[in-house]
């Protein structure tokens, strides 16, 4: 079973920086296969990025995906205020797996 | 418009067994190219994949849950319901339940979540 692992736990950043999360898995990945969400206080998570690189609808773009193998980014180029969450990546190799997720917090 | 929805007990007895039913509209659970998972999540935790299930009745479990989990589905209905069996104090969580989309086996719509409680 594919294990995911997200760093940093804790990114604390300011508004209009950038941001880059990552997501390692423990055997390369196919790429079409793997999916950011990001997850607000109360809230259901919502799909922001699938096969590595490809917006979902009404995902601004200042959101990106990249990699490939076993490393994986999600970037954020200039943060908003509304960007302030917790962002999971997640791998279907069969079963699916979800990483611990990284919690962008407002420095 | 895509919605789900959870709905179940909020709060179960530890050795109890738990179902939990997802109603949908907006699709029909007919429809090949899409299916419907559940994804937990205890307080303050990261989000633990269940399992999923397809038109054609293809499910997939987790692994280490396998044995107490089941699946089904009545498509006439627009309704999953997932059963957990041996209900432990650490199976609190919200569980969601959300639509699966074949091409990229990811989930494009969540329900809000129904927190489970299980407690004496």
């Known amino acids: 079973e594919i294990v995911l692992t997200q760093s940093p736990g804790t990114l604390s950043l300011s508004p209009g920086e950038r941001a880059t999360l990552s997501c390692r898995a423990s055997?390369?990945?196919?790429?079409?296969?793997l999916t950011w969400y990001q997850q607000k206080p109360g809230q259901a998570p919502k799909r922001l990025i699938c096969?590595?690189?490809i917006r979902a609808t009404g995902t601004p773009d200042r959101f990106s995906g990249s990699g490939s193998g076993t490393d994986f980014t999600l970037t954020i180029s200039r943060l908003e205020p509304e960007d302030f969450a917790v962002y999971y990546c997640?791998?279907?190799?069969?079963?699916?797996?979800f990483g611990q997720g990284t919690k962008l917090e407002i420095k | 418009q895509v919605t789900l929805k959870e709905s179940g007990p909020v709060l179960v007895k530890p050795t109890e067994t738990l179902t939990l039913t997802c109603t949908v509209s907006?699709?029909?659970?007919?429809?090949?190219?899409?299916?419907v998972g559940w994804i937990r999540q205890p307080p303050g935790k990261a989000l633990e994949w269940l399992a999923h299930?397809?038109?054609?009745?293809?499910?997939s479990y987790n692994t280490s849950l396998k044995t107490r989990l089941t699946l089904s589905k009545d498509t006439s209905r627009g309704q999953v319901a997932l059963t957990m069996t041996n209900m432990d104090p650490l199976d609190t969580a919200t569980y969601f339940c959300?639509?699966?989309?074949?091409?990229?086996?990811?989930?494009?719509?969540w329900g809000q979540g129904t927190l489970v409680t299980v407690s004496s």
């Open positions: 959300a639509r699966i989309y074949r091409s990229k086996y990811d989930f494009d719509f």
């Open positions: 907006g699709f029909s659970l007919s429809n090949d190219k899409v299916g």
């Open positions: 299930i397809f038109s054609n009745d293809e499910t």
């Open positions: 055997q390369s990945l196919d790429s079409n296969y």
């Open positions: 096969g590595t690189f």
């Open positions: 997640q791998y279907y190799g069969g079963p699916c797996s």
